[in-house]
């Protein structure tokens, strides 16, 4: 298993150069913006180039080798669909030799729709934690673990539900049914029509 893991981490970054290869100033300038939580300020004005947007990311585990959703809606965001299905490639061709599971792909591609609620829940993240069942110990702990940040913690908050309650109880519409009776319609709205 160690084998297809270091496999599964070398595709990624070799995926990672290619991206970043291909991305000129204003697409670097693009993704710089539309990760503006994700990277701290001093490391924003640093970066020039695709590979060093990607190392944040990836220690901030927004992107990972089981989990590049965000990278290609990143890429389709700004317009490169010729990178995005570079993604797309990535993902049949791992999953060709076995090295993701299916799950694990599925997973993967509502990720991208969690970060958008969860920085659109923001402060009433407490409130639909526990709407979801997490208990108050572990709401506690992702308060800590986020510093104030609080579409981290909502959306942390939203990962630990879907990893505690599993695919079959961590559905749509079970989230749109928590954020309906927290009365966050626009929330709803928004991100459920």
Not at 17 to 25: C, F, H, I, K
Not at 166 to 171: H, I, N, Q, R, V
């Amino acid at each position: 298993m160690a084998i297809a893991i270091d496999r599964r981490a070398f595709q990624f970054s070799k995926l990672l150069a290619s991206v970043s290869d291909g991305l000129g100033r204003e697409d670097v300038r693009g993704i710089k913006n539309l990760c503006y939580d994700n990277i701290p300020a001093r490391k924003r004005e640093e970066i020039d180039n695709g590979l060093d947007i990607f190392q944040v990311l990836r220690e901030k585990k927004v992107i990972a080798a089981d989990n590049p959703a965000f990278l290609k809606e990143l890429l389709t965001e700004i317009g490169r669909v010729d990178l995005a299905e570079k993604v797309d490639e990535y993902v049949q061709k791992v999953l060709d030799v076995g090295l993701v599971e299916p799950q694990k792909v599925t997973e993967c591609l509502e990720r991208g729709q969690l970060m958008r609620i969860a920085t659109d829940v923001g402060r009433d993240w407490r409130m639909l934690s526990r709407y979801l069942g997490l208990d108050d110990t572990t709401i506690t702990s992702i308060q800590l673990q986020s510093q104030g940040d609080l579409a981290e913690a909502s959306l942390q908050s939203l990962l630990r539900w879907q990893k505690n309650s599993g695919p079959e109880k961590a559905t749509p519409r079970a989230l749109k049914a928590a954020l309906t009776e927290m009365k966050l319609l626009g929330i709803v709205h928004t991100h459920f029509q």
